[in-house]
Structure formats: structure tokens, C-alpha cells
């Protein structure tokens, strides 16, 4: 059962995951091959470093910044942020998905076998929509996470029902979200007779 | 055979949408999946339901207003409708599942932000259960007014839907058109009022009748006290009208229409 939570991917981990890479800290300047390694790889801290650099570009001279070209426009840091919350969406999602497997394969009603994997999903519910609450994903999450308390509902879903909500995670972590999708996979949950309005 | 088809008045939608599943199973007990509404109905359902939603988010953004706490006491100590108070229950309930401290400034942001996204979730559930028969849709233009959410300014996502909900004017009400056309069966409704109500639930129903008597101009305020007799004239021939008022006992009545009496929340919660 995976553990990992917010502070783990917002300190150094994201992104910087594969093979010879370099973590850089988040509050730690890069040196200049990090910073074009964080380019190419569109890692997490490394943007924010990279931003962090760019932030006092004022003081250098312009032959400083001929080896990189990177417009300040909105567009950019949107897609940066975008970016990064698609890593941090599929960090949780891995998560999310290794309780939900064990559930759909092991749970049984009345068994309390099952309870770590509930709770760690229900907390990485919450942490996910109380810190990720721009990201249209994150209403989904809430959604599940009010039906699955109420009534203590978690307990009587069957394996099948995890199965599906694991299917509908695995779909949507792989898509450009917008919320007409994210209503629809709301209302498959309804349709699993899982209650995401119970208040 | 083929299944009823249910005819969803406003006081039953709540319920049916936003309610403990002690509720949404009696109601999945009573009625099949064949659920219909209006877009009148669906405009009741606004104004009575989504709008103080709506007010609630924004009580909660005030900035006198410094905690969570604060705003669930201002809410029930100033608003005493029925819909506010269920307003007031639902964003409790939903605010204590979150396990924010109803105390701190900063849980206030987190708490706002879920509110928001409840209210986006329920529009988003009303869609998907009920289907829409189609009738009377010029009669209110409130109906068709929509939140396009947008999670990086909640503030004017609502501001925008307010906005557009209230500046619909008498100019797109057909309201006078419609009782006009149902002239007869309104007439019906207030001489047989009398000879149909004999027992002591029948308040709400005189109170309307009084209302289409009245020569009061047409007026969202008018609309709203003869919203009942408006639903009843509406409601299909060939579905089954399910509400938890009185006063549909006496309109349909009168009306010949097929239709049944649900007990309320608060009983169904108790039992």
C-alpha cells in the first residue's frame, strides 16, 4: 500500500523519478545543466527552480540568456502548471488505484481485513481535493469521497463496485479534464448507487 | 407493462437529489427510473434551492465573517424558510464530513471552495436524472440560466449566474400568456374549491386560489405563490405527479390528474 503524500511530491520527488536525473530541491538555484535538464524533461522543480531564475533575470546581461528562449506569457505558465498538476494527478491517481485494487480483489462486507486500505484512500481523497481544488479531477475525488463516508458505504460496496471505481480513475487520470467530463463520471458513481449528494 | 412515468415536483426533487440515503431509498422503493420534470420546475428548484446555496458561498466570503462557525451561526440565527434551513443542514452536514476547524480563518477558504463544488455537483445530478418533457419552456427564461463553473474564480462564476438569473425581465415572462390559456381550468379551480376542501390541510390551497383571484400584476412574486396551480396545469395526463404538498391533494383533484402525497423528509429521516 502506497503512501505517498503531498509534501513527498511537492519537495523534491516529481518528475525527477527516472534514471540518471538529479533531484533538485525545490529551494535550491540550479545550475545551468539542471536547468536545461528541467527543460527538457518538464520536471516539477525544476520549473519552479527555473522560474525562480527567471525571476531575477532583470540583473543579467542578455548574453546571459541566449542558451534559453522561454516567453513569460500566460500561456506558458498555464501550461507549465498544467503540467505539473498532470504529475501530481498521476502520482495520486497510482495511489488511489493500488488501494482500490487490493479492495476490488480482497474487500468483503463485515471484514475488517480491508480498513487500511479504506482509510489511506478516503485521506488521499481529501488531501487531494483540499489542496488541488483548481484541478477539475479533484471534484471527482470529493464526490467519491462524500459517497464512500456516508452511511459508511465503503463497507457494503462490492468488489465489483471498487473495480469500477478504480476503471473510472484509471480513464480520467489519462484525459485532458474539463468538468462535462467530470459530471459524467459523477453521475456513473450515482449510477453504482454510491449516494454523492447525501447532505 | 410498461413502467409509470413520475412527474417530479419541486418538493420532491430536493429530496430525490440531495438527501440521506434513508430518503433516496423510499423514493427508489415508490418510483422507477422514469423520472421527468419541467424547466418551470426546474427554475423552482433555483430559486427555492441553488440561489441560497448560492448565498451561503457567499456568507461564507464575507469578510466580517472570519471562520466557518461564524457563518453557520449568522445563517441560522437570521434565516428561518424551510429552504434555508435545508441549506443550512446540507452545508453542515457536508462541512463537518471535511473536518475543518469551524474556528480557523484559513479552513473558511477550503470551506467556501467545497461549497461551491457541491452546488456545481447537484446541477450536475439534476441533469442526469431527470429528463426534461419539453413543456412550457418560454414560460420562465430563469430556466435556462446556467452556472459555467470556473474553479479559479468561484466569486464570479456565481456572480455571472446571478446576474443573468435576475436581470430576466417581465419582458421574457410568459406567465400571462399561460393563464390565459388555461383560463378554464383555473375558473374550475376557484368555484370548486369550496365543495373539495374539507379537512384542515387545506391552507395552502386557499392561499393560492386567493393568489389566482387576485388581480396583482404578474410578478416573480405572484409566480411564486401560485406555483403549485401552475405545476398541477402543467403536469402530463399520462404521468403520475409526485409531491409532498397538501395542496396538490385538492389542485389535481380538481384537475382529474393521477398523482401521490409523499410523507416529508423530516418524516421519512425519523422513521
Known sequence: ?199 | MAPEKHFIDTSVMRPLISSSSAVKQYYQRELSNSLYYCSYIKMEFMRGFIIPAIDFYFTLKMPNIINISDALSLWSQKFQSRELKAVLSMFAGLLYSRHYDYNELKDKEKASQQVADYIRRIMAIVTHKFTDVGLETSLCAKSNSRINFNSADLDRTFRDFLNAYRSKSHDDCNLHLFLERNNSKINEISDRQDEKVKDSNSAGFKEIVKALRSESDISCKHCSKIGDAIIALISPERMRLEHTDYSFDYLMMILGKNHKRHPSEIVLNRE
Open chain 1, 1 to 199: 500500500m502506497s503512501t505517498t503524500s503531498t509534501s513527498d511530491l511537492d519537495s523534491e520527488s516529481v518528475g525527477n523519478t527516472r534514471g540518471d536525473a538529479k533531484i533538485i530541491p525545490i529551494n535550491q538555484k540550479p545550475e545551468s545543466s539542471d536547468l536545461s535538464y528541467s527543460l527538457d524533461q518538464t520536471s516539477y522543480s525544476g520549473h519552479t527552480a527555473t522560474a525562480k531564475k527567471l525571476e531575477s533575470a532583470e540583473s543579467f546581461k542578455d548574453e546571459d540568456l541566449t542558451f534559453l528562449y522561454i516567453p513569460k506569457s500566460h500561456y506558458e505558465e498555464k501550461r507549465r502548471s498544467d503540467i505539473a498538476l498532470r504529475v501530481i494527478r498521476t502520482q495520486f491517481s497510482k495511489d488511489l488505484i493500488c488501494d482500490l485494487q487490493w479492495l476490488a480483489e480482497n474487500h468483503e462486507d463485515a471484514d475488517s481485513n480491508s480498513m487500511p486500505y479504506i482509510s489511506n484512500l478516503l485521506l488521499l481523497l481529501k488531501e487531494y481535493f483540499d489542496n488541488y481544488f483548481h484541478d477539475p479531477f479533484s471534484s471527482f475525488l470529493s464526490a467519491l469521497y462524500d459517497g464512500l463516508i456516508h452511511d459508511s458505504t465503503y463497507l457494503s460496496l462490492t468488489k465489483n463496485s471498487y473495480q469500477r471505481i478504480l476503471d473510472y480513475i484509471e480513464t480520467l487520470n489519462n484525459q485532458d479534464l474539463d468538468y462535462k467530463k467530470i459530471d459524467k463520471y459523477i453521475s456513473k458513481l450515482d449510477d453504482l448507487g454510491i449516494n454523492v449528494t447525501p447532505y
